[in-house]
């Protein structure tokens, strides 16, 4: 059974750095295409990191392009999202989710952890 968990969340002020983790049991993280997805109140789903099969196959949106980096590392089978000088608007809840292909392509995802940046 593939479960994801997310931790590392919490409050931290403008301009400061967090680092969230997203720990997978029941599945290798190495050789599925992981991503970091976030929510804000009244708002929809965003993807703001991507990893694809290769960690040197990444993606991010402008919103956090140069701010935020997503790694994962395959002995420890957790992905993590650094993300740094962080903004009021980029507080959400925010995600892990896998992309696993058997005979089709499912999508799993953590239950999230809640980041707030506020002074």
């Known amino acids: 059974q593939v479960q994801l968990v997310e931790s590392g969340g919490g409050l931290v002020q403008p301009g400061e750095s967090l680092t969230l983790s997203c720990t997978a049991s029941?599945?290798?993280?190495?050789?599925?295409?992981v991503s970091w997805y976030r929510q804000a109140p009244g708002k929809e789903r965003e993807l703001v990191a991507h990893l694809g099969f290769t960690d040197d196959a990444t993606n991010y949106p402008a919103s956090v392009k140069g701010r935020f980096t997503a790694s994962r590392d395959n002995a420890k089978n957790v992905l993590y999202l650094q993300m740094n000088n962080l903004k009021s608007e980029d507080t959400a809840v925010y995600f892990c989710?896998?992309?696993?292909?058997?005979?089709?392509?499912?999508?799993?995802w953590g239950q999230g952890t809640q980041v707030t940046v506020s002074s």
């Open positions: 989710m896998m992309n696993i292909f058997t005979t089709k392509w499912d999508d799993y």
């Open positions: 029941g599945v290798a993280l190495g050789g599925h295409p």
